[in-house]
C-alpha cells in the first residue's frame, strides 16, 4: 500500500528517497503518525530551509521554523527518505529510513543546483535520484523552471507520466547545471 496522504509537489524538494515499506501486520492502515526534526549547519546552527519527506509515490514539502524545526503531520506508518535543503546556498541533507514517530536532525552539506524546465508536453513526474536513493519526486510543469538541490556526486534524472527520458549527471559541490526536457 502507498500513502495516500503525500501531495504531490510541484517543486524540487532536497536529496535521497527509498521505497516506502509494507505497513507492519499490527499496525492498522489507519494509523498515522508524525515526523519532526531540525534542520541544521554543520556547526549545529538552526537553518531556514526546506525539509521533505519522499517515497516513490511522491513527496511532501514545508519550510522549517525560524529554529530550524519542522513537523509532518498525519503521515503514514512507513520508512521514507527525509531532505533538507537550502536553495540559495546550495546545501542538502537527507536521511534515509526515517519513520513514523521519530526526531530528525539534517546536518546541512555543499550540494549541487540542477536548473530543470519541461517543453512541449504539459507536466510530468520527475524522479531524482543519488545513487540507489531517491532524493526527489515531483510533477514538472511545462514552461516553470524549478530549481532542486542534489547531492554532489552521481545523479539521475528519470523523466515519466507524460514524457519518458532518462539522464545522467555527474555534479561536483557547488556546482549549478541547466537540464531541459523537450517533448517536441
Known sequence: MR?????LCALALAACAST???VPEDVPTSV????AGRLIDAQGLPLYGRVAIVSSAGSHSQGTQADGSFVFEDVMPYSYTLTG????????ACANGVLVNS????????????WVELNGVPKARLAVSHGDTRVHNFTLREGRRVGVVVPAGDVRL?????LDDERS????????????FDGR
Open 3 to 7: 500513502p495516500g496522504i503525500l501531495a
Open 20 to 22: 516506502p515499506t509494507d
Open 32 to 35: 498515522t503518525g508524525q515526523i
Open 85 to 92: 535543503y537550502t536553495l540559495d546556498t546550495s546545501q542538502i
Open 103 to 114: 526526531a530528525t536532525e539534517l546536518v546541512l552539506q555543499s550540494g549541487a543546483t540542477l
Open 158 to 162: 528519470r523523466l515519466y507520466r507524460g
Open 169 to 180: 549527471l555527474t555534479l561536483a559541490a557547488g556546482e549549478s547545471q541547466d537540464v531541459r
